[in-house]
């Protein structure tokens, strides 16, 4: 445990070297996760320019991509995405912690805060999720802030040399009806 707290943030184009350090360092881990990159991703300059497209899509009102914090320390990415209003009036929620931060309940921390934003600022009434069958941790983090399952998206996600099934799951925010 570093005991240092965890906040969230909006991410800032400043953030860049510090998360293509994290996601170059850590490549070998997010392979087994996430879909195949080009080798710009692990750079600051690549991540600048996705930075430059998530918050375009934060201006557009589709999405409200977070930094998570240890103290003053870059560790991670809290992203809500996919913002669908109307009679939907939901999200999607992704999220990865570094490696040498993890076990520290940073990204459990970071998804309650971001449901917080949700049911807040984004005024939405229900969020999405999907992991792997075989991310344990992911699916605690999920647990533990109060979603549940809703059924296999099966071969979802070409990743790490196979398609992979993914487990959807689900968090009511409110009953309110739309605005
Ligand atoms: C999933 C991930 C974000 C978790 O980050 P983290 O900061 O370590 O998460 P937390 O410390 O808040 O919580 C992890 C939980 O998983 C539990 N856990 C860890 N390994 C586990 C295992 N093998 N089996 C079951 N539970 C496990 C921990 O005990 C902890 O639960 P607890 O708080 O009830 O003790 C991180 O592992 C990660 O970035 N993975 C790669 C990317 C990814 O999978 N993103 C999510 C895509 S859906």
Not at 96 to 118: C, D, I, K, N, T
Not at 131 to 141: A, F, Y
Not at 156 to 174: A, C, K, P, Q, Y
Request: proline share 4%; glycine share 12%; net charge neutral.
């Amino acid at each position: 445990m570093t005991g240092r707290a965890t906040t969230i943030r909006l991410i800032e184009a400043g953030d860049a070297e510090q998360i293509a350090t994290h996601l170059s360092r850590d490549a070998s881990d997010f392979a087994r996760w996430d879909p195949a990159q080009p080798a710009e991703y692990y750079t600051a300059g690549g991540q600048e320019k996705r930075i430059g497209r998530l918050l375009n899509g934060y201006r557009s009102s589709v999405g409200w991509p977070g930094a998570i914090l240890a103290g003053d320390e870059v560790v991670g990415q809290v992203t809500v995405s996919d913002i669908i209003r109307g009679p939907f009036l939901k999200a999607s929620l992704g999220y990865w912690v570094a490696v040498p931060f993890r076990q520290q309940g940073h990204a459990g921390a970071a998804v309650s805060m971001a449901l917080r934003v949700m049911a807040g600022e984004l005024g939405l009434h229900r969020v999405e999720a999907r992991t792997q069958v075989e991310n344990l941790p992911s699916h605690q983090v999920l647990r533990k802030n109060g979603f549940s399952t809703c059924g296999i998206a099966h071969a979802h996600s070409f990743i790490n040399g196979e398609w992979r099934d993914g487990i959807l799951w689900e968090l009511v925010l409110h009953d309110a009806p739309p605005q």
